[in-house]
């Protein structure tokens, strides 16, 4: 099993404040998705990057790929109260339907 | 759609005795998986199944854990006998093929 590694494990921030939070793996992955799981929910998929060097922007969310494609990360802007959640990244494994998730990074942000 | 549904959202039971956790996947969706999301050990796949017929079980975890999915609307996951250890929150997911993956709400069980 390829493992990814997210960090940090938790985050606590004000209303207003900038984050960025990492997702690194120690082999190239053809594509890796990102999911935010609210309290009480299951995950809901934010974005599929599949490209080296790809950014996408999903309103305040920045999402980046590696150019080696091992890593990843989630820039957040301004953040807001309704950002709290666990983020999870995802790789699929060997081209499968078998996807392995990090174990995410915990995001408070206090009004 | 309602997404894909789940029961229920808690059980708590004693060890050794037989849990059953239910799944309706989304309509026309030909995926359907089973996860376990734990402290310890973040969100795992279990199994999963293509048009009703399951395609890998490497991650259910003993012989003690069964999956079936008798229909394109109808999914169980069954533990037989419970133990502690099995604690967690068991998801349901489904998509189309090429599509993304929803997931339902979770069933949070404790196995005292």
């Known amino acids: 099993t390829q493992l990814l590694e997210q960090s940090p494990q938790f985050l606590s921030i004000q209303e207003g404040e900038n984050l960025t939070v990492y997702c690194n793996s120690s082999?190239?992955?053809?594509?890796l998705q990102w999911y935010r799981q609210e309290p009480g929910e299951g995950p809901v998929l934010l974005v599929t990057v599949v490209t080296g060097g790809e950014v996408k922007k999903l309103k305040r969310l920045t999402f980046q790929f590696g150019d080696a494609r091992k890593d990843s990360s989630l820039h957040i802007t301004a953040a807001q109260p309704g950002d709290t959640g666990l983020y999870l990244c995802a790789r699929s494994q060997g081209g499968s339907e078998k996807l392995v998730f990090g174990k995410g990074t915990k995001l408070t942000v206090n009004p | 759609d309602a997404g894909v549904i789940q029961s229920p959202r808690h059980e708590v039971t004693e060890m050794g005795q037989e849990v059953t956790l239910r799944c309706k996947p989304i309509s026309g969706h030909d995926y359907l998986f089973w996860y376990r999301q734990t402290m310890m050990r973040g969100l795992e796949l279990l199994i999963y199944f293509n048009n009703n017929v399951p395609i890998d079980d490497s991650g259910m975890p003993e012989d003690r854990f069964s999956a079936k999915m008798p229909n394109a609307s109808f999914s169980t996951l069954k533990i037989q006998p419970s133990e502690p250890r099995d604690s967690a929150v068991y998801f349901c997911?489904?998509?189309?093929?090429?599509?993304?993956?929803?997931f339902g709400s979770g069933t949070q069980l404790s196995v005292l």
């Open positions: 997911a489904s998509r189309q093929t090429g599509g993304s993956r929803f």
């Open positions: 082999s190239v992955f053809s594509s």
